[in-house]
């Protein structure tokens, strides 16, 4: 199984960036799939969720309005648009793939993202 984020960097504030998640190794439909973040001292917190079909999808407050979570299952990735980024948006990003019956839990390795002038 495995779980590699892609497509973190440095941006500006009002900026944007695209993160993707290439799952392999499992069902990937068969999963839901949600970004964490991580800011330095900080606890992981959850930002976005997507049910396995995609049709259902659930935001942090701090980030409704300017993110938005998508899934290509035919591509088994996920992705995470990030729009009007601020600097309080620096982290690093994780993707996990969870699933409750059977109960499976993947973490990736994580993407830094960087909000900065």
């Known amino acids: 199984v495995q779980l590699v984020e892609s497509g973190g960097g440095l941006v500006q504030p009002g900026g944007s960036l695209r993160l993707s998640c290439a799952a392999s190794?499992?069902?990937?439909?068969?999963?839901?799939m949600s970004w964490y973040r991580q800011a330095p001292g900080k606890e992981r917190e959850l930002v976005a969720v997507?049910?396995?079909?995609?049709?259902?999808?659930n935001y942090a407050d701090s980030v409704k309005g300017r993110f938005t979570i998508s899934r290509d299952n035919a591509k088994n990735t996920v992705y995470l648009q990030m729009n009007s980024l601020k600097p309080e948006d620096t982290a690093v990003y994780y993707c996990?793939?969870?699933?409750?019956?059977?109960?499976?839990?993947?973490w990736g390795q994580g993407t830094r993202v960087t909000v900065s002038s």
């Open positions: 996990r793939a969870r699933r409750f019956i059977p109960r499976y839990d993947y």
């Open positions: 997507i049910s396995g079909t995609g049709d259902n999808t």
């Open positions: 190794g499992f069902t990937f439909s068969s999963y839901g």
